[in-house]
Every structure is written in structure tokens, then in C-alpha cells.
Nanobody
């Protein structure tokens, strides 16, 4: 059974920081590309940041220079460090996993709420 469990979402003031975690189980983590998406109510999910199994990363333009994605293969966990948070970063943040070996093996977490407000 594959599980992706996000944590770390919170209420934070503009300019603040949060660190999200996505703990995985039931998959060979080192063979998966990982990503963070976010979704506002009534909107489609959008890619925030991704880190491939190779370690290469990419980011949405809106978060470049503020967010950092990383992975710890020993802990089967992917992180999203979010700095200089803005109200427009408010969303449910979702963890995503895609196998490099089996293209149809894709998984989503349940999401964690990030609210940036004074």
C-alpha cells in the first residue's frame, strides 16, 4: 500500500517561513520523481516544485528564489522549504510521486493547508 502523508502546513504571517514534509511508504522512493503541487478552492492544481530521482529540480516562476525542494532518500521524504511567504501562496499543498520505472505508477497525498495572512 502506497502512502504519501504531508505535514507542516500552518497559518503564517506574510514574510514568514514554513517547511512542508511528505513522508512516503510502500514505494522505492529513490526511483520516484517527486513534486509539490498546490490547489486553491475552485482551481486546478498547479506545479510548485519538482525534484527528479536524479536530484534535478525545477520551480514555478512564482516561487523561484523563495522555495526550495529537497529529498532525503534515507528517510523516504521530500521537503518544501518556503520562505518570504505571500498571501497568494495560500493553498492546499499536495505531494506527488511518479515512478521513473513504471510510468503508470503515480500517487498523490491528501494535502496540507498553508494559510498566509496577517
Amino acid at each position: 500500500q502506497v502512502q504519501l502523508v504531508e505535514s507542516g502546513g500552518d497559518l503564517v504571517q506574510p514574510g514568514g517561513s514554513l517547511r512542508l514534509s511528505c513522508a512516503t511508504s510502500g514505494l522505492v522512493f529513490s526511483t520516484y520523481d517527486m513534486a509539490w503541487y498546490r490547489r486553491e478552492p475552485g482551481k486546478q492544481r498547479e506545479l510548485v516544485a519538482a525534484v527528479a530521482a536524479s536530484g534535478s529540480t525545477n520551480y514555478a516562476d512564482s516561487v523561484k528564489g523563495r522555495f526550495t525542494i529537497s529529498r532525503d532518500n534515507a528517510k523516504n521524504t521530500v521537503y518544501l522549504q518556503m520562505n518570504s511567504l505571500k498571501p497568494e501562496d495560500t493553498a492546499v499543498y499536495l505531494c506527488y510521486a511518479r515512478s521513473q520505472l513504471v510510468s503508470r505508477a503515480v500517487y498523490w497525498g491528501q494535502g496540507t493547508q498553508v494559510t498566509v495572512s496577517s
